[in-house]
């Protein structure tokens, strides 16, 4: 049996949370008890995640010249394993569409990061014999009553990206959403309305417009994660 898409590097170890300082380090503690301090690249709030002592899973950094020398992979919610890492989505749609197991970008040959669009950046540029599509990725990690949502706290980015794709749909060019559901509670996506109802707006309006979203669930495992099946959109 094949491996996840994206494997975790070797050498990775499980902690126990304490503390979040500031917004991108944490403090765990090791298997030895000592304080195992941690890099976390997710600037929301991960609402509803960080409870002391829940489980860690630490990835060793990949330069040795990083202050941090771990990064905040995993956290458990009763159970539950939930990606963090922001940087899962972008990874995750590229390997999939390089697998072809993503329906949806199949017929394109190429994928570029980083696209500017307008003055703004997006996670991802396609193009080949079915045209060009460009494709925004977001972690969610929130989810209420079976419902996993997106954001977790307001963002006046996400809703540029959303003016961003629909400005984009209004000249006929194909956009997508790739919402990465890194949790397994979550049965639907929807934009979360209680946490920024101005994203939630934007959101289904770009849906109107011919914004596609993507929502798939992550599978988050001790060996990585692995794109999981597709999840229909929460009722509005």
Known sequence: MSGPLLP??????EAAFVRRVKRFSVETRGPEG??????????GSMLGLLRPGAPTLLSPAPGAARKLKWTLETIDL????VGVNTLTPNRLLRAAHLAGRLAA???YTSLRPEAVVGESRLD??????AGTLYVEAKNV?????????FPDAPTTRGQKHMRELMALAAQGVRVALFCLVQRADGACFGPADYVDPDYAALFWQAVDAGVEIWAHRGVVTTQGIDLGPPLPLAPR
């Not at 975790?8 to 170890?13: A, H, L, Q, S, T």
């Open 8 to 13: 975790f590097p070797p050498g990775c170890i």
């Open 34 to 43: 000592a304080a195992v301090w941690a890099h976390t690249n997710n600037s």
């Open 78 to 81: 009763h159970g539950i394993r």
């Open 105 to 107: 970008t199949r017929g």
């Open 124 to 129: 991802a540029r396609l193009d080949g014999p």
């Open 141 to 149: 990690t929130l989810v209420e009553d079976g419902v996993a949502a």
